[in-house]
């Protein structure tokens, strides 16, 4: 069994930062690319950031130059480091994993449970 959980939500002002962590744990070979992504009400989750094993990343425009992921491969961590938030980063945000549970075995995508964050005007 493979668990994703998210940490680092809350409530900040405009022009504050947050840091998000996304844990994987559980019977584990390897993890493959990781990403964040996000939704509110009415609307379809939507990407925000990805990175491979390798360190590759990919950011949608609406959040490059402000939000950085990162990963912790030793902790099976992705973390998201947000700066600069506006009112409109407000969302659950959730992690998900590509993960192999064994030699051979093609990576199945998990998620996280999900991180309300919301930016105050």
């Known amino acids: 069994q493979v668990q994703l959980v998210e940490s680092g939500g809350g409530l900040v002002q405009a022009g504050g930062s947050l840091r998000l962590s996304c844990a994987a744990s559980?019977?584990?070979?390897?993890?493959?690319?990781m990403g964040w992504y996000r939704q509110t009400p009415g609307k379809q989750r939507e990407l925000v950031a990805t990175i491979t094993i390798g360190g590759s990343t990919n950011y949608a425009d609406s959040v490059k130059g402000r939000f950085t992921i990162s990963r912790d491969n030793a902790k099976n961590t992705v973390y998201l480091q947000m700066n600069s938030l506006k009112p409109e980063d407000t969302a659950v945000y959730y992690c998900?994993?590509?993960?192999?549970?064994?030699?051979?075995?093609?990576?199945?995508?998990?998620w996280g449970q999900g991180t309300q964050v919301t930016v105050s005007s």
């Open positions: 559980g019977s584990i070979f390897y993890v493959n690319a």
């Open positions: 998900n994993a590509a993960i192999s549970l064994g030699f051979g075995k093609r990576a199945t995508l998990y």
